[in-house]
């Protein structure tokens, strides 16, 4: 048996959701090594690796690429996790994961993003944001996604806000984040938030201005 909603190819307009594949190895470690600096500072890692900058390349070949992904397709068959690979133009630009999942009267997830400083600021992590929190919330079957982001990171909280997710409170160090354990502060949709959906709202805050 599939778990809900899940394969699942979701797309508005150049953006394209969808999940990810073994043969993503080669451009995923490729936009990956291009962006260290960009990502290395928002990683989630082991505690205690404290030269993640300095061992990035090392955590970046096609070898993990395909333990991540034999591990996310097992995980997601059993529907605790939704990785989905974000293509801007048919390229492969970033990722969206849903992990983990729990069912049960929580009946919630967490979610996850990166995106290839090349295409930020054009809408695409905020698009692909939005056409994943609607699946979670149609086809998926849950009732709450949370996203957890550091203080620091900006950028992440500009995305969150786009959409609006309400901040709900800040966790004391949280999750082990460029090899410490780091302050992350937390954000929340529910279902009744958005009963329009969210690519619906993006569309109109965009077409508003």
Same mark, same amino acid.
């Given at each position: 048996?599939?778990?809900?909603?899940?394969?699942?190819?979701?797309?508005?307009?150049?953006?394209?959701?969808?999940?990810?594949?073994?043969?993503?190895?080669?451009?995923?470690?490729?936009?990956?090594?291009?962006?260290?600096?960009?990502?290395?500072?928002?990683?989630?890692?082991?505690?205690?690796? /404290?030269?993640?900058?300095?061992?990035?390349?090392?955590?970046?070949?096609?070898?993990?690429?395909?333990?991540?992904?034999?591990?996310?397709?097992?995980?997601?068959?059993?529907?605790?996790?939704?990785?989905?690979?974000?293509?801007?133009?048919?390229?492969?630009?970033?990722?969206?994961?849903?992990?983990?999942?729990?069912?049960?009267?929580?009946?919630?997830?967490?979610?996850?993003?990166?995106?290839?400083?090349?295409?930020?600021?054009?809408?695409?992590?905020?698009?692909?944001?939005?056409?994943?929190?609607?699946?979670?919330?149609?086809? /998926?079957?849950?009732?709450?996604?949370?996203?957890?982001?550091?203080?620091?990171?900006?950028?992440?909280?500009?995305?969150?806000?786009?959409?609006?997710?309400?901040?709900?409170?800040?966790?004391?160090?949280?999750?082990?984040?460029?090899?410490?354990?780091?302050?992350?502060?937390?954000?929340?949709?529910?279902?009744?938030?958005?009963?329009?959906?969210?690519?619906?709202?993006?569309?109109?805050?965009?077409?508003?201005?």
């Amino acid at each position: 048996m599939r778990a809900p909603g899940w394969p699942a190819v979701l797309s508005e307009g150049p953006v394209l959701v969808r999940p990810l594949r073994l043969r993503d190895a080669s451009a995923w470690v490729e936009v990956r090594l291009r962006n260290a600096d960009w990502l290395a500072p928002w990683e989630a890692t082991p505690p205690g690796l /404290v030269m993640v900058r300095e061992t990035w390349a090392q955590r970046q070949t096609v070898g993990i690429y395909r333990q991540m992904w034999h591990r996310l397709r097992q995980q997601a068959r059993i529907g605790v996790a939704l990785p989905f690979a974000v293509a801007f133009h048919g390229r492969l630009v970033g990722q969206v994961t849903v992990s983990p999942i729990a069912r049960g009267a929580f009946n919630s997830a967490q979610v996850g993003y990166w995106v290839d400083r090349e295409f930020a600021g054009r809408a695409i992590t905020p698009t692909a944001l939005a056409l994943v929190v609607d699946h979670c919330f149609g086809p /998926v079957g849950l009732h709450r996604v949370e996203a957890n982001v550091r203080p620091e990171n900006a950028a992440s909280q500009r995305v969150l806000a786009k959409l609006g997710f309400r901040e709900e409170g800040l966790h004391r160090r949280y999750l082990a984040i460029d090899g410490h354990y780091r302050d992350h502060l937390s954000f929340a949709l529910t279902t009744e938030d958005v009963p329009t959906g969210l690519v619906y709202r993006l569309r109109e805050n965009t077409r508003r201005g």
